[in-house]
């Protein structure tokens, strides 16, 4: 079936031929004001058409479509379609076990789920990502197979939007499609068949498609698959289209073309225009999965973003909204995360923090956003000193998955800057590894934290390491040590402490980062498939491995509630020489976040009188020596503004 790309447009909603609205110019962050969803009609015939094509294709698939904001609209199941899926690398990536590698119990729906929410949360109005995209990213080498090249721009996203999240929402039954970020069953997908879905230039859900079994990623970008999966992702979003202008593909991030998708809607060997209507399906049906859907599940419409009902909407409040921002609320509008004191930091502080990030972003010029010359959209979050929220808002058209990673990325500069965090690692619970392909939930081994600590410490031949918090680490320091090779990329190179080793090292078993919440993962995964009677708590680090009863660790600090990050985009805060707290930032383009973390801290404190700032530069990461290399504190772009052409804007703060 041969069909043409052309732009989806604000001001256009007619669903034409060629798979996309038609209409005026692309959104470029400003249809935040125009309430745009998907309607019940439309969930219906997203699904009927992903339905057909696996009709033609002779496949069976489970189907998932949510909102912008993770709300899960519809899953359905074809019958005979896989009703669980194996996690782990591609056939001939080597022996590879441990973290989730060949776990065999994981329900088909969440992996549908997952890449659904995939793509609605890494694209905006000015990009379009799908789970193949993310694929590309987060693979040990950029691109995946070119050796001697560093990891890839999002190394570890996979582990964000977990749902052990403290920041996440859930679903709550009865009470219909509720303000998000909502959570994700496996965090973010890197398995093509996952699509952003958008109306009018806007993003308003994503589609998931799960039908081969295998819950993986595409290893090569040297040729051009047909998996099915995508295949009958791209037939769903027919008319629901990624405007042609802001697809991945017109995308490039250290001068490498990002991978949209392998096929496109000339590849289908059905009209999605002849799909029959939602309601005459009779090979399958809606499916309720428990946490995420009600029990008698019907197609359910999906939330406006900026409205209310999505949990983001813009800001009001004096310095916030003449800067454009958009803050998180509940189902009441009442904001979420305004800017309040922590421990060592005071609300006026952490105002201050927020609003001149938010100014450096608006600044900044965006890497992966079209059109070229845009300003840069992030989220913002401020922690304290026990990695409590102080503070989280955003610029307009942020992507939605920037709210959790900023968290992440905050609480992960803290932690590795604080005094006494080897004895926190230490006492927590082992992370208890399942047998590949076991039929029940068996135990394979365990990994003992403290183990990283002794690594990390042999490795950086300091004896106090993580102990004495004499080190400050941005989140770009911890990724240099989370790496299978250091430096990064160099082959042959050993790993760093806080990963798996090469040969062992996979993207689905990095190492701490999934470590600390393999255990709480993995009983949300029992609890949805029937195993154990009570889902996770709000919490993914200190969770007790899924045989040993259901408490967290007791009395552990909200450090890592949602888990660490490991690329770049935070710093540590001090007064002097005291760790206060720390600011992570998400959005476009690494360099960026870098950026507005460490720059907008550094004019938070020139505005606030010097009374907070950057870590002083003696005690900072990049003055360790490691094999004769220093990792990276952080790496800011050049004449990175719109407004200037000054360069060099982080040196010598």
Partial sequence: MAAALLLTACGGDERGADGTGIGGTPCSGFCLDVPTRLSTNDVGLVVAQAVAEADAQGVAATIAVTDRVGNVLAVYRMNGAPAAVRVGSPAG?????????GISLVPAELSAIAKAVTGAYLSSEG?????????QIVQANFNPGEGNQPGGPLFGVQFSQLPCSDLSTRFVAGAGPGPGPHRSPLGLSADPGGLPLYKNGTVVGGIGVESDGLYTLDPSLLDFDRAPD?????????????PLDRRADRITVDGKTVRFSDVDFADLAADPRQAPAFASLSGGALLAVRGYTEASPVLVAGTAFGQVESGYVPATAAGFAERDAVVLVDAAGNNRFAPVAGSLLSQAEVRQVMLSALDVANRARAQIRRPTGSSMRATVSVVGLDGGILGIART??????????SLQK??????FSLPGIAATLAALPPAAYLVPDS??????????????VTDTRQFLGI?????????AFANRSVGNLSRPFFPDGVAGSRHGPFSKPAGQWSPFSTGLQLDLGYNAVVRHVAFVAGLVPTDVDRVCAGVTPLNNGLAPTPGLPPLVNNGIQIFPGSVPIYRGQDLVGAVGVSGDGIEQDDMVAFLGLHEAGLALGGSIGNAPPARRADQLLIDGVRPRYIQCPQAPFLDSDEQDVCANK
Wanted: proline share 6%; glycine share 10%.
């Fill in 93 to 101: 990536s080597g022996p590879i076990d441990g973290g989730l590698e």
């Fill in 127 to 135: 990009n379009a990502f799908t789970t193949r995209t993310a694929s």
């Fill in 230 to 242: 995508e295949l009958l992702a791209v037939a769903g979003s027919f008319g629901f289209a990624a």
């Fill in 396 to 405: 307009r058209d942020a992507p939605v998955f920037g709210t959790d990673v």
């Fill in 410 to 415: 905050a609480r992960t500069a803290l932690a």
């Fill in 439 to 452: 039929a029940t939930p068996a135990e394979l081994r365990r990994v003992d934290f403290a183990d990283y």
């Fill in 463 to 471: 004896p106090t390491a993580l102990d004495d918090g004499a080190i």
